[in-house]
């Protein structure tokens, strides 16, 4: 099979396809979407942190000037949301933006969320087996993440059932060529979401509590404050970021474990295996499959030129399962020790909680097992048909 991100038996299972990309076309062009495919480890690392890419071009041009034609007017409150944030902004508003929320994810703030992190799960767990099973990514994958982001950002409990339909709509936007209901639902989600955190924040600029939305909403910054569009655009980020792909990793992860017993039986044997296990599973069955760059600048990819003006699709399946990096990349390993995978990106744009989603993937997985040993799949799962951020429906089992 060729690379068909629409198709939905490619997307059960790209490895093939990015197989022979690897070995035939590792730099190639997409016509559907006008990109380059960039398959290999060396290439997509190498690109991460290649500042002659950008998530954006608007910091040194306009969309005439970079040769692309100016987004519809209706998705302008999509866009909005979206280049407010950190991600898809580049240095000098990049360094600062981070700078004010990576004090909250650092492997020491982190970490103290751990027992916290572990209630939940816990408790999560035990409801899902006293229950006798059920949807385990709905029941027990969705919340967790949500409930521990939701906490940190401040999101009263009585709204957080909002959060979820609302970071489903934004993220079917970044679908490669989303079709117009998709884009119509995350323009929506956009103007909805963005309302409410604008709320929410001025609120807590008033009437501070001991949350990061309250101190984003104080932050003065070498004596300029952090514009509302920023915040908002910076606590969807993280809301968004915050759970998607944690969730992904849980429901892909068991999907993979009950595809492989013997790894699930030695995981049940020796729990002290979680730490490599979460890496191998985010190796194995990466949530996130492809991250865009545009290029700045003219440059060359294993002797292909690749001309300014043009985005690169980095392949973050393709190069987890690259030979020339991983041992035997096709068999899953809980106990892999040397494991470079690319998950969660790297360069400037490395992912701002990959602490505090190993932690929140630990104290999960460390549940299920300790509290149901015997967790069984009722059904083989169906997959959502996004490619890009890439996960199960549902994933249905008994305890």
């Known amino acids: 099979m060729k690379f068909?991100?629409?198709?939905?038996?490619?997307?059960?299972?790209?490895?093939?396809?990015?197989?022979?990309?690897?070995?035939?076309?590792?730099?190639?062009?997409?016509?559907?979407?006008?990109?380059?495919?960039?398959?290999?480890?060396?290439?997509?690392?190498?690109?991460?942190?290649?500042?002659?890419?950008?998530?954006?071009?608007?910091?040194?041009a306009s969309h005439e000037a970079f040769g692309r034609e100016p987004e519809p007017a209706f998705q302008e409150p999509f866009w909005r949301v979206t280049r407010a944030g950190m991600l898809d902004v580049e240095p000098p508003v990049h360094t600062r933006l981070r700078r004010l929320v990576s004090k909250a994810f650092t492997p020491r703030m982190v970490e103290a969320l751990r027992p916290r992190v572990r209630r939940i799960a816990t408790e999560l767990v035990e409801g899902f087996v006293e229950r006798g099973g059920g949807d385990l990514i709905a029941e027990v994958a969705e919340p967790l993440p949500v409930t521990v982001i939701a906490e940190m950002?401040?999101?009263?409990?009585?709204?957080?059932?909002?959060?979820?339909?609302?970071?489903?709509?934004?993220?079917?936007?970044?679908?490669?060529?989303?079709?117009?209901?998709?884009?119509?639902?995350?323009?929506?989600?956009?103007?909805?979401?963005?309302d409410y955190l604008r709320e929410l924040a001025r609120s807590r600029r008033d009437e501070p509590g001991d949350d990061l939305i309250s101190a984003l909403a104080q932050v003065v910054d070498e004596g300029d404050r952090l514009?509302?569009?920023?915040?908002?655009?910076?606590c969807v980020l993280l809301l968004n970021a915050g759970h998607e792909a944690t969730v992904n990793v849980t429901g892909n992860g068991w999907w993979s474990l009950f595809r492989n017993p013997a790894e699930l039986d030695r995981l049940r044997a020796d729990p002290g295996?979680?730490?490599?296990?979460?890496?191998?599973?985010?190796?194995?069955?990466?949530p996130l499959q492809m991250f865009e760059r545009w290029v700045l600048e003219d440059i060359e990819v294993g002797g292909v030129e690749i001309p300014k003006g043009v985005?690169?699709?980095?392949?973050?399946?393709?190069?987890?399962?690259?030979?020339?990096?991983?041992?035997?990349?096709?068999?899953?390993?809980?106990?892999?020790?040397?494991?470079?995978?690319?998950?969660?990106?790297?360069?400037?744009?490395?992912?701002?909680?990959?602490?505090?989603?190993?932690?929140?993937l630990i104290e999960s997985f460390g549940a299920?097992?300790?509290?149901?040993?015997?967790?069984?799949?009722?059904?083989?799962?169906?997959?959502?048909?996004?490619?890009?951020?890439?996960?199960?429906?549902?994933?249905?089992?008994?305890?």
């Open 273 to 286: 295996l979680l730490p490599t296990a979460v890496e191998e599973l985010m190796r194995y069955d990466t």
């Open 227 to 234: 514009t509302e569009d920023e915040l908002v655009g910076t």
């Open 153 to 194: 950002l401040g999101v009263p409990e009585s709204d957080r059932h909002l959060l979820r339909p609302w970071s489903a709509d934004i993220c079917k936007m970044y679908e490669l060529n989303p079709p117009m209901e998709s884009q119509q639902a995350a323009v929506r989600a956009s103007l909805e979401f963005g």
């Open 368 to 399: 299920l097992l300790r509290a149901a040993p015997d967790l069984a799949l009722v059904e083989e799962p169906v997959w959502k048909p996004g490619y890009v951020i890439r996960g199960l429906e549902s994933l249905k089992v008994t305890v």
């Open 311 to 360: 985005e690169v699709a980095l392949l973050f399946g393709s190069s987890n399962r690259d030979p020339a990096v991983f041992d035997d990349p096709d068999r899953l390993d809980v106990g892999r020790a040397e494991n470079p995978h690319i998950s969660f990106g790297a360069g400037i744009h490395f992912c701002l909680g990959a602490p505090l989603a190993r932690v929140e």
């Open 4 to 60: 068909d991100p629409w198709n939905p038996q490619f997307v059960a299972h790209p490895y093939d396809a990015y197989r022979d990309l690897r070995d035939n076309e590792p730099v190639s062009f997409f016509e559907p979407t006008g990109q380059w495919l960039i398959a290999r480890h060396a290439d997509v690392n190498a690109l991460l942190r290649d500042r002659r890419l950008g998530r954006s071009y608007l910091h040194v």
